[in-house]
């Protein structure tokens, strides 16, 4: 005799929620491993994998809602966020970004 909410309905939902966070889990995994190639890893690694997943999904969600109303190409833009985040990414590893609150170091010359 089936358990009261365990019908076919609650299994099947509780597979995808299983299936959505395995797959969630893979895809941090191989944004941690892209980011040690910036040589991050440990706390500044999951601070990269925020950044990168905030940066992404922002972009989609503008994009899914047609938040670019404005006639320019949202790939020209979507080349440049890769861009920002690429040498954002490069600089924190190269120390040049700091902790938020600390002294940022004086621009090159």
Excluded: C, K, N, W
């Amino acid at each position: 005799m089936p358990r009261a909410g365990l019908g076919p309905d609650a299994v099947v939902a509780a597979a995808a929620e299983l299936a959505d966070a395995q797959a969630a889990e893979r895809v941090v995994g191989v944004v941690v491993a892209v980011l040690r190639g910036y040589g991050l890893a440990g706390d500044e690694a999951i601070h990269g994998t925020r950044i990168v997943r905030a940066a992404l999904h922002g972009f989609a969600a503008l994009e899914a809602g047609e938040g670019f109303g404005i006639d320019l190409s949202p790939d020209e833009t979507f080349a440049r966020l890769v861009t920002v985040l690429d040498r954002g990414l490069a600089a924190g590893h190269a120390g040049e970004l700091g902790a938020p609150g600390e002294a940022r170091p004086a621009p090159r010359a």
